[in-house]
């Protein structure tokens, strides 16, 4: 479970986050929902601890993220990025390896633990074929499934860690470079991690139909605040989301699933 209380962050002296309290369930599949500039990334840089707020507190379970340690944070928690770049010509398989570091100790390499993980988490993905591959070589949604197979090989994947409390998968605009065969492919991925049920799932996104497709939950997020979260139906109302837009109610009619209403907080 993931908690913020109050939480606002600050960048360059400017509020991004502004006064945020929500609460993520566990083994839940969760779309953190607005526009550009809502302060999707920022909360997201919170949450995983790469930035500190400014005032209130963010909890992994009952661990509060600004006493636990890189290492400690890295086992719980993985984040995808909108887009990954290696400026070496580094193999599939030796990317998702990059995801155990933080299960080896200083000047230790990876032994068949680690390869063991690796090749469950290519496995999980759908990426097991591509384990020779040059990691830069691949199509868009192929690099995005190897990054998640390595963020999963982070968390323990295909290890006696892969049942633990409070593993949570962070990412950030997964689909926004892709064209609507990767997407869908990403989607359906995520599909199938979450029915496992073993991990928390927060994704961020624009995209109103690609979130209402695929998360159970919604939170939308306008201005670095909170404004509604709920289900998709719950909250994906005419007068919601034309206020998260804002664009006149007449155009948010058609990304509508009801016409009005306000959801619960």
Not at 20 to 35: E, F, K, R, Y
Request: aromatic fraction near 4%; charge should be neutral.
């Amino acid at each position: 479970m993931i908690r913020c209380e109050g939480v606002s962050v600050e960048l360059g002296g400017q509020p991004i986050v502004r006064d945020v309290s929500l609460t993520i369930p566990s083994g839940g599949l969760v779309g953190v929902l607005g526009p550009n500039g809502s302060g999707k990334t920022t909360l997201f840089r919170a949450i995983s601890g790469a930035i500190r707020p400014r005032h209130g507190s963010i909890f992994i379970d009952d661990a509060n993220v600004s006493t636990l340690s890189s290492i400690q944070m890295a086992r719980r928690l993985a984040v995808v990025p909108q887009e990954t770049q290696l400026a070496l010509d580094y193999s599939v398989l030796e990317l998702v390896l990059m995801g155990r570091y933080p299960h080896l100790g200083p000047f230790e390499v990876e032994g068949p633990r680690d390869l063991a993980s690796a090749h469950a988490a290519l496995n999980a993905t759908g990426t097991d074929h591509l384990a020779e591959r040059a990691f830069n070589t691949l199509s868009g949604g192929e690099k995005q499934r190897v990054v998640i197979a390595s963020a999963l090989a982070q968390l323990g994947e295909g290890t006696s860690d892969a049942g633990a409390k409070g593993r949570v998968l962070l990412l950030d605009e997964p689909t926004a470079s892709l064209d609507l065969k990767y997407q869908l492919e990403v989607a359906m991925l995520l599909r199938r991690l979450h029915d496992r049920q073993d991990i928390t799932i927060v994704l961020s996104t624009h995209d109103i139909q690609f979130a209402a497709r695929l998360c159970s939950e919604l939170v939308l997020l306008g201005g670095g605040r909170v404004l509604a979260q709920g289900s998709p139906a719950a909250v994906l109302t005419q007068s919601q989301i034309s206020a998260l837009y804002g664009i006149d109610p007449a155009q948010a009619a058609p990304f509508a699933l009801r016409g009005t209403g306000h959801s619960s907080r």
